[in-house]
C-alpha cells in the first residue's frame, strides 16, 4: 500500500508535512469534513495549521483528484478522499452519508446505456462515469442508521458501483 510521500508524489504534488497530515487525515475517515472540520482534526499534530493553508492543500487535492468536493444544501463543502465510484446523499442538515454500495451500484446501474447515449448526443458531450448524489429533504431516521463502512478505507477489497 502506498503511503502520503508516495500518494502526493503520484500525483506530481510537492510532500510537505502539512499535505501529508491533511491527506492522511481526510482519507482514513468517514466523515466527509468541512475544511474547517479537518482543521479541528488536524489541529493536535499541526497546531500551527491554517485555514488558509486546508483550503489551498483540499484545493490542490481536488485538482489532482485526491479527493472530492461535496457540495451541501447548509452552504458549506464537504470533501472526501475516497475516489472509488460511489453514491452520496446529504441531509438537509448538511451530513453526508455514502450508500451501500450495493443500493448506490443498483442506483447507477438502472441508468440505461440508451439513456446515457442520449444525454451524451442531445449535450455534444462523451461522459466519462456517472456520479450521483442524493439530496434528503429531512433526517427522519437518519440519526438512528448506522453509518455505512469504507471497504476500502477498512482494507476490504470490493467492487465500485
Given at each position: ?32 469534513p ?72 443498483r ?8 439513456l ?21 429533504q ?24
Amino acid at each position: 500500500m502506498l503511503d502520503s510521500k508516495d500518494i502526493l508524489k503520484s500525483s506530481n504534488l510537492r510532500c510537505t508535512r502539512q499535505r501529508e497530515v491533511v491527506y492522511m487525515t481526510l482519507a482514513s475517515t468517514s466523515a466527509h469534513p468541512t475544511a474547517e472540520e479537518l482543521l479541528g482534526m488536524v489541529r493536535e499534530s499541526e497546531p500551527t495549521l491554517s485555514l488558509a493553508t486546508v483550503y489551498n492543500t483540499l484545493e490542490a487535492f481536488v485538482r489532482a483528484g485526491l479527493c472530492r468536493r461535496i457540495p451541501c444544501p447548509s452552504g458549506a463543502t464537504r470533501y472526501d478522499a475516497d475516489m472509488r465510484e460511489h453514491v452520496h446523499l446529504t441531509t438537509a442538515e448538511g451530513r453526508v452519508l455514502d450508500l451501500p454500495e450495493d443500493l448506490g451500484g443498483r442506483l447507477v446501474a438502472a441508468l440505461s446505456p440508451n439513456l446515457r447515449q442520449e444525454l451524451e448526443r442531445r449535450l455534444g458531450v462523451s461522459m466519462s462515469r456517472v456520479a450521483v448524489h442524493l439530496v434528503a429533504q429531512g433526517a427522519e431516521g437518519a440519526e438512528s442508521a448506522p453509518a455505512p463502512e469504507h471497504p476500502a478505507r477498512s482494507g476490504q477489497d470490493s467492487a465500485s458501483p
